[in-house]
């Protein structure tokens, strides 16, 4: 059957004119192309990107904590010196500690700072020790000299200590400072790592080192 006109649809009949006759003919639909929806995608990769940000955040920040010339004091600050050193059982520097593949070790990613003031009259150190053996104990002893290096004067010790099996955390912050030192030049400073067994008595030195004013 040929449908002449046709302007609404009632179930299943079709108006035609002033008369109602009933069709099998199914409705025809117009088929339309699906659209992406860009402004969707767009915003999904947003949200992709700012997720890996907040993941890189931290390893970021952790790798900018080296300590450098701007940790000093800065009154009549001269010239600074970096240490950092892997000693086996006791690290010496600064965040992040990074892991040696296929060891148990581990060494810092950072530098420690030493500050030197102007007329050798003051010496700082900033940085952080690790405990790299988890059952035994490190230290730092830390010694500054004046006088001269064939008759040195220790101006001042100070010794900072990590312990072992879980009594304390596995690294310390370490912040040394001789104060102004009227008395005698400050010209070398010693580090010296050093680490001992639970229930040893005895500490053995690791890593000695001597860093010397305008060196």
Request: with cysteine.
């Amino acid at each position: 059957m040929t449908m002449t006109t046709s302007w609404r649809r009632r179930d299943d009949q079709v108006l035609v004119g002033e008369r109602t006759e009933p069709t099998n003919r199914a409705p025809q639909f117009q088929a339309t192309q699906s659209r992406p929806n860009r402004k969707g995608v767009l915003t999904g990769i947003a949200t992709t990107l700012a997720a890996v940000a907040m993941t890189l955040a931290p390893i970021q920040a952790s790798s900018a904590l080296a300590y450098d010339r701007g940790n000093c004091p800065t009154s009549n600050l001269n010239n600074t010196d970096t240490i950092r050193k892997d000693a086996g059982a006791v690290d010496f520097g600064d965040e992040f500690f990074l892991p040696v593949w296929g060891t148990n070790n581990s060494y810092p990613g950072g530098n420690a700072i030493i500050c030197w003031y102007d007329n050798k009259t003051r010496v700082v150190l900033k940085g952080r020790l690790y405990n790299d053996s988890f059952n035994g104990e490190v230290r730092a002893v830390i010694r500054s000299y004046g006088g001269t290096s064939t008759q040195p004067t220790l101006i001042k010790q100070q010794i900072y200590k990590v312990l072992g099996n879980g009594r304390d955390d596995r690294n310390k912050v370490v912040d040394y400072d001789t104060g102004q030192v009227a008395t005698h030049d400050v010209y070398r400073l010693r580090v010296s790592m050093e680490s001992r067994a639970t229930g040893q008595a005895n500490w053995d030195v690791l890593h000695v080192s001597n860093v010397f004013w305008g060196s």
